[in-house]
Every structure is written in structure tokens, then in C-alpha cells.
């Protein structure tokens, strides 16, 4: 009996041992009794009856992305082309994640595949490859609607690579390599335009500041003269003037020394020739000297 007794004992702490459920962090686990859905089990500690509970899905609550092969889309202008996008998403309701599609990483490659075709169909080849952004979010706002039965949530959509054919291709290139010489072209002709407008305005600035030079050339020249001209006048007027002086004083000495009325004459005929001897071509002589000059001419001859 006691070894019976046990033998229940081990086999009920086998069954507890085994129908404890721990739930991690960012998971949940969808619960069915007798088949039909009981419960989500959060994150904790759980216990399950055996043989009548069941985990029926483990289900990942963290954000995940899905990276779809390329698919071949078809635009506006009828140009066929090969996209692949990148699905971030997360589960937000573990039930209707369980229970809502059968393969719901299938589901959303189908859905994004289609909603992909009908988005670049009404779209031309040009608005492709320069609308991504517009693409990005219509396809976003079209799964997160499509999926939320799911439980699912769409948190965003990236177009990961746009692949156009060949020759659209090799066309763009050439597009691009004419654009780029275009622009090389138009920098060029600017550079030089520029070059040549410093040039001219160097050398106008050079003709200016020689010009402003010269003036202040002739002015500096002038002055130079013009004070030249003023120190040989002052020269002059004091050569005149100390020879005026000289006559002063000669003439005062003569008076301070009794010299009477004919030497005083013969002085001013002495002056009469040393102005004779210069360049002028008349000399008008006062009568009064006159009568004196024809008395020392007659003195003179009697003195022989």
C-alpha cells in the first residue's frame, strides 16, 4: 500500500511539475480548454490542468520586421520593375493573432505584394523612383488597416530597393552623366565670367589709382614750384634789400662825413653807369645830372 501510495505521490508532482508555464517578457501564450480559447497568459507564473488545458500558440509581442524578396510591379507608363520592401510590425492582440490567419507571415507577403501593385500602378516611372516617402506611408496606412483583424500592427514600410530594367537604367545613366556635364558646363562658364569680371575690375581699380597717383604727382610738383618760385622771391627781395641797405648806410656815411651836393652826384653817376653796363638799351638821365656830368668832364680835361 505505502509503495502504491508513493507512486500516486510521484506520478501528481510529475503532472504539477510539468503543467507549470513561466511567460517571459514580451511574450504571451494563447490557453485553450477542451480545445475551445480560455485565456492569454500574461508574463508570471502559470498553472495548467492536464489533459484538459493546452498552450495553443507562444506568441512574440516584441516589434519584428520581414525583409520580402524583390516583386515584380508594373507602373503607369508601363514599365515593369522589381521591388522588395521591409515590414516592421508587431502583435498587439495574441488572440486574434492565433486565431484570425493561418499563416500570418504569408498573409502580410501577399497583402504587401498586392498593395505594392496597386500603388506604383497608378504612379509613372519618374514618381516611382522620387516618391518613396508617399509610397512608404499609403503602404503602411493600407496594411495596418488590412492586418488589424489580425491583431497585427503595422509600424512601418520601407521600399528597400527599386530596380528599374536595363535600359531604363543605362538611360538614366546617360541622363545623369549629361546633367553632371551640363552643370560643369554652367560652373565653368560662371567661373570664368567671374575671372573676368575681377580682370576688368583690377585693371580698372590699377587705372584709377594711377590716375589718383598722378594727380597727386602734378599737385606735389606744383607745390614744389610754387614753393620754389616764393623762396627765390623771398631771395631776391632780400638781395634787393640788404643792396638798399648797403646804399642806406653808404649814403649815410657820406652825409656823416661832410660829402656835399657834387659828390653826392657822381654817386648817382656811378649808379648811371653800373645800370648802363646791364641789358637795357635806354637810359634817361636827369637834367640836374646832366649839367653835373659836363662840369666833371670839363674839370677832368683841365686836370690833363
Avoid at 648806410?249 to 653796363?277: C, P, Q, W
Wanted: aromatic fraction near 4%; proline fraction near 3%; glycine fraction near 4%.
Amino acid at each position: 500500500m505505502i509503495e502504491i501510495f508513493l507512486l500516486i505521490v510521484f506520478i501528481i508532482l510529475i503532472l504539477l511539475v510539468t503543467n507549470i508555464r513561466i511567460v517571459t517578457q514580451a511574450s504571451a501564450y494563447v490557453l485553450e480548454r477542451v480545445g475551445k480559447f480560455e485565456k492569454v497568459w500574461g508574463v508570471g507564473i502559470h498553472f495548467k490542468i492536464p489533459f484538459i488545458d493546452r498552450v495553443a500558440k507562444k506568441v512574440n509581442l516584441k516589434e519584428q520586421v520581414v525583409d520580402f524578396p524583390p516583386q515584380p510591379v508594373i507602373t503607369k507608363d508601363n514599365v515593369t520593375m522589381q521591388i522588395d520592401t521591409v515590414v516592421f510590425f508587431q502583435i498587439t492582440d495574441p488572440q486574434a493573432y492565433a486565431y484570425g490567419v493561418d499563416n500570418p507571415i504569408m498573409a502580410i507577403e501577399k497583402l504587401t505584394a498586392t498593395t505594392l501593385r496597386n500603388i506604383i500602378g497608378a504612379m509613372d516611372l519618374d514618381q516611382t523612383l522620387t516618391s518613396r516617402e508617399v509610397i512608404n506611408s499609403n503602404m503602411r496606412t493600407s496594411l495596418d488597416v488590412a492586418t488589424d483583424p489580425w491583431g497585427i500592427k503595422v509600424k512601418r514600410v520601407e521600399l528597400k530597393n527599386i530596380i528599374p530594367p536595363e535600359a531604363i537604367r543605362n538611360a538614366m545613366e546617360k541622363q545623369m552623366k549629361a546633367e553632371r556635364e551640363r552643370r560643369e558646363s554652367i560652373l565653368k562658364a560662371e567661373g570664368e565670367k567671374k575671372s573676368t569680371i575681377l580682370v576688368a575690375e583690377g585693371k580698372k581699380e590699377s587705372a584709377i589709382l594711377e590716375a589718383e597717383a598722378e594727380k597727386q604727382a602734378a599737385i606735389l610738383r606744383a607745390e614744389a614750384e610754387k614753393e620754389r618760385k616764393i623762396k627765390e622771391a623771398e631771395g631776391q627781395a632780400e638781395a634787393i634789400k640788404v643792396v638798399q641797405l648797403a646804399n642806406a648806410e653808404g649814403i649815410r656815411y657820406l652825409r656823416e662825413a661832410g660829402a656835399d651836393d657834387a659828390v653826392l652826384t657822381i654817386k648817382k653817376l656811378e649808379a648811371f653807369e653800373k645800370a648802363a653796363n646791364g641789358n637795357a638799351t635806354k637810359i634817361i638821365i636827369p637834367s640836374e645830372i646832366q649839367g653835373v656830368a659836363g662840369l666833371a668832364k670839363s674839370v677832368g680835361e683841365i686836370v690833363k
